[in-house]
């Protein structure tokens, strides 16, 4: 930090009042905080285990009325555009 940055942030901090002061303080320990500790990762599952349990929930019937060319015509299921001829 340099010093003019530094002794523009102390003249600031030192003109607040006292408790004005302790939330300042307050503030920048949360940020640090923050900043120096990983989220907690309890009970986290990769997404493909996810996806694969949900899917496994899905009947078989459900699976087959999905589209075969939807990745090639994702446009037309997604947004009613005319589906493209193949070239």
């Not at 940055?5 to 003109?15: G, M, T, Y």
């Not at 320990?29 to 349990?53: A, C, G, Q, Y």
């Amino acid at each position: 930090m340099s010093a003019n940055l530094e002794k523009a942030i102390l003249e600031k901090i030192q003109a607040l009042p006292d408790n004005k002061q302790q939330e300042v303080l307050a503030l920048i320990d949360e940020m640090l905080n923050k900043n120096l500790e990983p989220p907690p990762r309890e009970n986290v599952r990769p997404i493909w285990e996810i996806i694969t349990e949900l899917s496994a929930q899905v009947p078989m019937e459900e699976w087959e009325k999905l589209p075969r060319d939807g990745a090639e015509q994702h446009d037309h299921y997604l947004y009613g555009s005319p589906k493209r001829t193949n070239r």
